[in-house]
């Protein structure tokens, strides 16, 4: 609640600051000066208004080094009216934007998770493993063996293994930092249901030959999704996924399917599954740079679309990215497709909603992100918010989008 507050408040800073800003800018432009007089980018129209006073007296400031993640060229030696005579949307940036269509280097966000911080944990942490303990769990006693001569009679006994394993996995769980996942969950009245093999085969909405199903129970899951991003009835298709990583998977192959020669445009913050499955569809794909607080560059964005308008629009939107929890402001992104006259027929827009799209409906002040706004499909990860313990995720789409890749499986 306190993180979607601080995004209420940035928004309404920025509705004071932009208009002095643009005049700071305009004014800056019009003064021939050395890029060495900088200066940070104001925080109140207050700070703006100064900034316009000082351009009087012959300063200028640079605002692309705080504008975003991208670095000032080598050549960034003077700002003159005849470089900024000419309107561009990418006055803030920089021109050279990454392209992943063939770059072999991993694309998208490292993970820092891997720390371990047990500060304030208080007496529920779990002592770790012996020494023997640990030997239990080493590759060699745990292995399986494949032949009879390999009969596996110097291997511990499997219960014991076992409550080995559970031991580590409460230790771990005892100390669990970083990763944003809902730990309080409790799921023993699912346990008698374990001995069952159970499998929703093909489509959760078209009944199956194979009997042993929980297909209302799916529908059930993808039908209170639609509600919470307000789907009219029968307007959507979805399916409980694997995580996150498949719902942007089969997200991205739709806008590919709708628009075959489209090029993706995400942030250079984005998980990397989006990166991932550009390079599965051999699609064009473009990293634009971030703001500070990790939201995708708006006039980066607005450049790039602007220099390919021949070509169709896909955009991944982040609500919530992986490190810095960062969300895209979608009507922005909106604002922008309209002012360079793209037609809804030419963009497909993607919410990669792994950490925070379940969450935000039920937050005051949250932008909303919904299916009443020109979207295609949203993903989910079960993990996070829900605390799922098996692989769980969220695909949701617009029923007709599913219709351009379905196909009749005679034995489902």
Not at 102 to 107: I, R, T, V
Not at 234 to 259: F, K, M, P, Q
Not at 339 to 352: A, K, M, Q, V
């Amino acid at each position: 609640h306190e993180h979607n507050f601080q995004l209420h408040n940035l928004s309404t800073m920025r509705s004071v600051i932009n208009p002095a800003y643009r005049a700071a800018r305009t004014a800056a432009a019009r003064t021939r000066c050395p890029s060495s007089s900088s200066s940070f980018l104001p925080t109140s129209s207050a700070a703006a208004s100064r900034v316009a006073s000082n351009n009087s007296n012959n300063s200028v400031v640079d605002f692309r080094r705080f504008k975003s993640s991208l670095p000032l060229p080598e050549d960034d030696h003077e700002i003159t009216e005849s470089s900024t005579s000419e309107p561009r949307l990418d006055n803030n940036t920089a021109p050279d934007i990454s392209d992943f269509t063939s770059d072999p280097l991993k694309a998208g966000t490292p993970s820092p998770w891997a720390v371990f911080d047990a500060w304030g944990a208080g007496e529920g942490i779990i002592d770790p493993l012996s020494d023997d303990e640990e030997a239990m769990l080493s590759p060699e006693m745990v292995r399986i063996p494949i032949d009879d001569e390999d009969d596996g009679a110097n291997l511990p006994n499997e219960s014991d293994i076992l409550a080995v394993y559970d031991k580590l996995l409460k230790r771990k769980s005892s100390v669990h930092f970083g990763y944003p996942y809902n730990l309080m969950y409790n799921h023993e009245e699912l346990y008698e249901f374990m001995k069952y093999s159970i499998n929703n085969l093909g489509d959760p909405f078209i009944t199956s030959n194979y009997g042993v199903h929980s297909r209302q129970f799916e529908c059930s899951v993808i039908d209170f999704f639609a509600k919470l991003w307000k789907m009219e009835s029968d307007s959507y298709w979805g399916y409980v996924t694997t995580c996150g990583t498949e719902g942007n998977l089969h997200g991205i192959l739709l806008a590919r399917e709708c628009h075959p020669d489209g090029i993706l445009y995400s942030s250079r913050e984005t998980h990397y599954s989006i990166f991932k499955a550009a390079r599965y569809y051999r699609m064009d794909a473009k990293a634009i740079p971030t703001l500070p607080m990790g939201e995708i560059d708006y006039d980066a964005l607005a450049a790039e679309i602007s220099k390919n308008k021949d070509r169709p629009v896909i955009i991944n939107v982040n609500i919530g990215t992986t490190v810095k929890g960062a969300v895209d402001n979608l009507d922005r992104i909106l604002r922008i497709l309209k002012t360079l006259d793209i037609p809804r027929e030419r963009y497909h827009i993607h919410c990669d909603g792994a950490l925070f799209a379940m969450m935000m409906p039920f937050v005051d002040w949250a932008p909303e992100v919904s299916f009443r706004k020109p979207i295609d499909s949203i993903a989910v990860s079960g993990h996070k918010m829900l605390g799922c313990p098996m692989p769980c995720g969220i695909a949701l789409t617009r029923k007709e989008h599913v219709e351009k890749v379905e196909q009749k499986i005679e034995y489902l």
